[in-house]
């Protein structure tokens, strides 16, 4: 697998995605990542192992400690990925847009539910029963 879609696979799991948002914050301890979630120390491990393999972090070792940090690289290259689409997208909603505009301007405006009700209450009592 190359390395853009390693980082897209990890950044597919929202609990990775919450320990990247923890870790853009600062340098932690896989006990201080571990704390917001309702799960086990080795199933935080495997997700912090998941971030590793694909270079979004990277753990230091301090005796017992193990500190954990972000690694831009990987995200910068997954942003610029994206950037290259950001020009498509904003076309066709300008495009989108327009129509939108060339809508509302060509259709009268629909009854809203105050005059339906009105014209309505209007009607005599039998017409109103019968129609």
């Known amino acids: 697998m190359d390395a853009l879609s390693t980082t897209f696979a990890a950044l597919a799991d929202p609990t990775r995605r919450a320990i990247l ?3 853009a914050q600062g340098e932690a301890s896989v006990g201080d990542l571990a704390s917001p979630f309702d799960m086990s120390r080795p199933a935080i491990s495997k997700h912090l192992r998941v971030l590793a ?3 979004l ?32 997208w ?3 909603l300008d495009r989108l847009d327009v129509y939108l ?5 060509e259709e009268p405006a ?3 539910a ?17 129609g």
């Open 114 to 130: 105050k005059k339906v009700s009105r014209s309505i209450a209007k009607q005599p009592k039998k017409d109103r029963r019968h």
């Open 110 to 112: 629909a009854p809203t």
């Open 90 to 92: 904003e076309q066709r």
């Open 53 to 55: 393999r694909a270079g």
């Open 101 to 105: 505009q060339q809508l509302q301007r």
């Open 57 to 88: 972090i990277s753990q230091g070792r301090d005796r017992q400690f193990r500190p954990c940090q972000i690694e831009p690289a990987p995200l910068k290259q997954a942003a610029d990925w994206a950037l290259q689409y950001r020009a498509l």
């Open 21 to 23: 948002a923890r870790l």
